[in-house]
């Protein structure tokens, strides 16, 4: 209890605050889990709903906002399916059909509560969560067990035939009130998959089978009837109130239907959700890692330590039978902790685990465990801190884990790559934040275990800050090649193969990504940590020394734990910002000869400014590479107002040095950095602006394109703007509720001007202006203007971007309106025009979209055809009509390449698109859409952008046809350059954004050429959508063909089976007519008739026998007698066994026809009185019945034989 005196308010945040880290905890468990766990890498629907219970279930949080935002990593959601699908934890493959939650009218006068699940007769019912029965309707139900539920005869059978048909009610624990579900209409008494039925009491498993979708008691159509309910009710499930299943009446939206019914599809998540958290750990994590439960903290998990280490040699189950004996173990030298270790490994001393080896480590330390059996493996473990103790298993499914481009194409290489080799930890490092990382380890082989190693996987598994406390588990990448190939790990080997370099990294704990063996970026980060960490110099590249180091580094002591790069330092600027010339002496210099500098200095900024060489223009860095030992920079250079895309390679030899080795005179030269207080760099101090004072800012003076000849504007002209009512009501207002201010240029101003009245005055127009020197321009308005924090008439926008434009009302002046800057009006506004709609983006577009000349290409299945003027389709699908050969009319056009659906353009007034006589015509009414002008920068960077707003009419499809969209794209095009035109700009740095009036957008462009069109930034989400559904579709029918295919040669299969095991039949059946035969005929007619075959044996027989070996002497009525022993496997069982192991005789073919023949051998003991008769080659044998036995392994048969 809380002191009287606690403040209610503390306690009630802290209460706040534990259920918002509770449900941040329950998200990150799940994040985690979607993009690590090995079910998601194989099913992209149990992804989907891992994603969806984040972003539902606990929408406040971080990662549901990123899930919302499309933010996630690595995450192609294109490839998830469209909808969770949360009925099918109930009915796997159904769909939901028939009543749903909540709807009125059904069956009368009534609200149906839960859902109907249908999908067909005789699908599987499971249980979405575990649960305990406490209701069966069935007409096998006992009197016992009615009687247990206080349920009488008749009223079951009322149930049965009128309400529930066969059904079961599960109570489910966790939440209070309990929660019930009910399942009705089963086709038989609910029974699970052996055949067991349910009785009230029995424990139900999550996903254990209920019973069969049906069409019992008061159903329509085959389907099963569930509910989520907070009530068990009358007879177990009648609700107490309204005395049915159905309420009376419209209650959908009473407090007491969402009080007594949970919304169906919200139960099935949360249930999914509880599920998946029990199961998570004994599941399938990359590898399914088997975790013990976690404990509160982890001082009460820091109990394992050095002592459970065994220290002894333990043979296999030494302690005989008394295996549970620990004073058995404890008499062969084992502690108390090394016991209590074994037992939370494997609990099971017949091949039993002792400890062999800890380290400490942190909070989480790292064990191996031996296992001691008929073979001895090792067993990685990670334990204390929060995870208790965690045992990491082999990644289950190497393809569906290690998705990256160079894993693919090393498991395309070996197909039949496995890791059976064994897992291990390779290496821990503490990162920045005190995250701990384990790197896992391995290995994988060609085929088997005996066969060829051919390298190993690495993943990362990480634990603290970082991942919210929970171990998260992730694939890095393959490491494959021939083994042959592999030579031992050196420094000159990593020196001078990338991909050694980035396996080297990886094993280590440093993610240099995928072992492609083209080291960017991301492999020089690694990098440069790796060297920070192991007290070497940062400079990204793998000189001799790291190298040597990083062959000898044994992945468990970083020497210079903790060490941090060096602030402005990273893989993409590895050296620190400063001069540096070719002699230290010119440091001492004011500056350097103009006709050398170019040669002689560099200057190295932050980006984007980057690396200059000499005094002039610049290189902004947009990539580093690791090429031959030497950093590859990749960027673009400017120079005057020319711009190009560059290269220029760098020695780094230490954050403060590099050779150039591309210099224009072709010898390398080395460049070293000038200390800050040096002269030379003094000069230059306006370039640092960390160091220097500040400085007005250098931008060039806008290039007045607009017209500078603009006369003063009117007293008629002003009055028409000012006197409209909105806009003198809306002066007055700013008058009244902003006090004058005098600034120079206008005593009288009011403002500034928020941008709520900027939209209402201004929105749509054109101002004309005069600057401080009187000259006169104009200026669009723009959106940008309009919702800025300030206001900038100024056409550079660089400028505005240093000052803090306003916009004020003046009172006292001829100009209503004055843009002021730092207490002075830099513009006046001396009137407001409305815009004119630019032509060109009025009136109609109208086109073919091929030329008269364009092929034709043939409608599929039928005798017509249409003009196409694409290369890429081989056929059309078109349902529309086809007049006189010729497609024609509205429809939707399917492209096909071979079978695949490659694009699809619907065809209609909606979509204005028509299709007349085969020919694609498009019709744009250009007044339909609104064009705005977003953004207008006419300085430096010329950016432009440009809205256009579509009618509210347009369907989000209407944006899958891309010459739409290209034509809407130029014409926007066009109005930036009309409106906003920039020198020697061009088309470049033009962003065009078609949006609805809300906001929602549809197709997002930019363009950086200067002469033409190439959108380098493009999204079109209408299209987007349509190419993911046409892939879901390819893979969908690719997926039947292969059933179809798989399920054709399984008929081949099962006829050959058919044919042969007929054949069998059919010699056993000879042999048992006439006698005479084989083993094989022997051994299948013993199979088919035993008894027969015994008096047939008794009768004689002849067989066809090889030649004798292994010959013994044995006494047969007294005499000598020379025995020969013949063996053979039942024929039908190796028949059953050689079509098992091919891959499409499936399990219904071996369920259907095999006889699950008794694997059993025939052995025969032929006993010869005379040595002559013995066969010295195969030939036929005459032979009576001695003895006979038979039973489940083996009939032993002896013959007197001559």
Known sequence: MFP????????????????????????????????????????????????????????DTAQARAIAADRVPGLDRSALPADPAWHQLVVPGGTIGGFTHGQFPSLGDRTHPGIDIGGGCGLPIVAPRGGTVVRVVSGDVTDSELAEMGITRDRNTRDLEENTGNAVVLRHPGATPQVHTIYLHMAETPADEAGRRWAPGDAVPAGARLGLVGETGKAYGCHVHFEARRFEGTHKYLHPTFGNIYPTGDVSGSDSFAQDWIIPTTWLREAFVATHLE??????????????????????????????????EMGYNPCGANKDDDACLRGLGLSDEAIDF????????????????????????????QFVGNTTYYLPVLLNGPLGLHRLAMTRDLAATFRDDASRKMLARYPRATNVGGVSVRAHRLLADGTQRFVIQETVHDGCRACPILGSAFSFADIGPATGGVLARRPIGLALGDPDEKPDLTAALVRAQPDVLQV???????????????PGPQTRGALMDFQVEHCRVPTGQPDPATAETLVRASGFDTPCAGARLPDGIDANSPLRTGIYVDDPGKCALESLPFDTVHQSQRIVRPEPAGITFGQEGGCSTARTDIRAGITLYRGTCNEGNQTREARWRLDVLSNDSFIDLDMTDGAPRQFTRCADDSLLRQSWAAWFPESAAPAQLAVAQPAEVLPTAVPAASAQMQAGWQASPGVAQLLAEIRNTHPAQAFEGCEQAHGPIGPEQRQALLAGTVLILEDRNGAASTRIVTNDLLAGDRFCLDGNRARCAANNYQLYHCAAGAAPLVNVRSSQVAYRVTDVQPQVRNPSISGRIESAVF??????LPVEGRNCTLNNGWAE?????????????????????????????IWRTRIGPLWDMALEDGRLRFDIDLDAFRFEMDSCDQGLSGYRGVGVIVPADKPVTYFENSWIVEELLGRAVALAQA????????????????????????VRARNYETDRLTWREFKNTAVQTMQRDLMQAERSRQQREREQAARARAEVLAAQFKTRRDALEAAAREFLATGNGGMDELAVALEIDEIGTLGRLEDGVTLRLGAAEGIETTTHDGSRHYRVAYDVASPMARLEQEFRSKQDFSWENWMAMTQAASPRRTRIACLFAKV????????EIEGRLLTFASDTRAVTISLLCE
């Open 4 to 59: 009287a005196r606690f403040p209610f308010l503390l306690v009630l945040s802290l209460l706040v605050a534990t259920a918002a880290a509770r449900a941040q905890e329950a998200a990150n468990l799940l994040f985690v889990d979607a993009m690590t766990d090995a079910r998601t890498a194989g099913d992209p629907l149990h992804l989907r709903r891992l994603l969806d219970a984040v972003a539902e279930g606990f929408p």
């Open 279 to 312: 199961q998570r750990d004994a599941a399938s994590k990359p590898p399914a890692e088997q975790t013990a439960p976690l404990a509160k903290d982890s001082e009460e998990t820091s109990g394992w330590g050095p002592g459970l280490v065994a220290g002894v």
């Open 342 to 369: 074994s037992h939370a490994m494997d609990g099971d001393y017949s091949g039993f685990t002792i400890g062999a080896s800890f380290q400490e480590l942190g909070p989480v330390d790292f064990a191996v465990a």
């Open 504 to 518: 080297a990294l990886n094993a280590l704990g440093y993610d240099a990504g995928q072992m492609d063996g083209f």
């Open 851 to 856: 030329g008269a000349a364009a092929p034709d």
């Open 873 to 901: 389709p081989t056929a059309a699908r078109w349902a529309g009509r086809c007049e006189n050969g010729r497609a024609t009319g509205p429809g939707v056009l399917e492209w096909l390449k071979g079978p695949e659906v």
């Open 979 to 1002: 409106d906003c035109p920039v020198p020697n700009k061009g088309v470049s740095n033009i962003a065009v954004s078609i949006r609805w009036a809300n906001g929602e957008s549809a």
């Open 1172 to 1179: 002559a008769q013995l066969p010295k080659e195969a030939r």
